[in-house]
T-cell receptor, first 112, second 112 residues
Framework: DADVTQTPRNRITKTGKRIMLECSQTKGHDRMYWYRQDPGLGLRLIYYSFDVKDINKGEISDGYSVSRQAQAKFSLSLESAIPNQTALYFC???????????FGDGTRLSIL | KQEVTQIPAALSVPEGENLVLNCSFTDSAIYNLQWFRQDPGKGLTSLLLIQSSQREQTSGRLNASLDKSSGRSTLYIAASQPGDSATYLCAVKDNQGGKLIFGQGTELSVKP
C-alpha cells in the first residue's frame, strides 16, 4: 500500500460544483501539504498544516479550503469549482523540517 | 520572493552518457534543497535532500551539489539509462515556514 494515498485519482466535474479531494498517510508525519501542478507553472503550494490544529495558507489559497481531520488525513475542498482550477493536485507529507517531503500519486481534476 | 529556475527545460541524451541538470535560486537564505523525479502520471519521488550546511549528497549513480552563495545546485547522473527518463524537479525550502518552492523541471529522455 502507498504511504500517501489520494482519492479520487481522476475527477471530471462541472463549473459551480463543490469538490473534495482527500489525502491519507501511513507515515506518521505531522506535516501535510496540498499543491497544484500546471504545465509551465510547476508546483505551487495551496495550503499546509504542521499538526491537527494548524492550518496555513500557501501561495495560491484563494478558492480553496482545507480540513485536517486527524494526523493522517488532510482534505482539500473547492467550494464552487471554476475551469481555471483544472490541474493536477498533489498531497505531500513530511516529518521534521530537515526531512524530505513525500508525495501521493496525484488527483487529475478537470472542470468543464 | 524566492524564484527557482531549471535549465534546460528538456534534454535528450544517448544511453551511457554522464549528464548534469542545473537548478538556480534567487535567495540564498534556504533551509535545504531537494531533488525529485516525476514519471508521467505519477507523483514525485524524492531523490536527494541537501541541507543548507552541506555541499553535496550522493545516492548510487546520482550526486547533487549545493553552492548557496551562488544560488546553484546541480544533479549529476552517471552512466545514464533509459529508465532514468523522467522529469527532474528541484525545490528549495525557505527558512521561515518550511515551504518548498519548485522549479519547473527538466524533462530528460535517455535514448537506447
Amino acid at each position: 500500500d502507498a504511504d500517501v494515498t489520494q482519492t479520487p485519482r481522476n475527477r471530471i466535474t462541472k463549473t459551480g460544483k463543490r469538490i473534495m479531494l482527500e489525502c491519507s498517510q501511513t507515515k506518521g508525519h505531522d506535516r501535510m501539504y496540498w499543491y497544484r501542478q500546471d504545465p509551465g507553472l510547476g508546483l505551487r503550494l495551496i495550503y499546509y498544516s504542521f499538526d491537527v490544529k494548524d492550518i496555513n495558507k500557501g501561495e495560491i489559497s484563494d478558492g480553496y479550503s482545507v480540513s485536517r481531520q486527524a494526523q493522517a488525513k488532510f482534505s482539500l475542498s473547492l467550494e464552487s469549482a471554476i475551469p481555471n482550477q483544472t490541474a493536477l493536485y498533489f498531497c505531500a507529507t513530511s516529518g521534521r523540517s530537515n526531512q524530505p517531503q513525500h508525495f501521493g500519486d496525484g488527483t487529475r481534476l478537470s472542470i468543464l | 520572493k524566492q524564484e527557482v529556475t531549471q535549465i534546460p527545460a528538456a534534454l535528450s541524451v544517448p544511453e551511457g552518457e554522464n549528464l548534469v541538470l542545473n537548478c538556480s535560486f534567487t535567495d540564498s537564505a534556504i533551509y535545504n534543497l531537494q531533488w525529485f523525479r516525476q514519471d508521467p502520471g505519477k507523483g514525485l519521488t524524492s531523490l536527494l535532500l541537501i541541507q543548507s550546511s552541506q555541499r553535496e549528497q550522493t545516492s548510487g549513480r546520482l550526486n547533487a551539489s549545493l553552492d548557496k552563495s551562488s544560488g546553484r545546485s546541480t544533479l549529476y547522473i552517471a552512466a545514464s539509462q533509459p529508465g532514468d527518463s523522467a522529469t527532474y524537479l528541484c525545490a528549495v525550502k525557505d527558512n521561515q515556514g518550511g515551504k518548498l518552492i519548485f522549479g519547473q523541471g527538466t524533462e530528460l529522455s535517455v535514448k537506447p
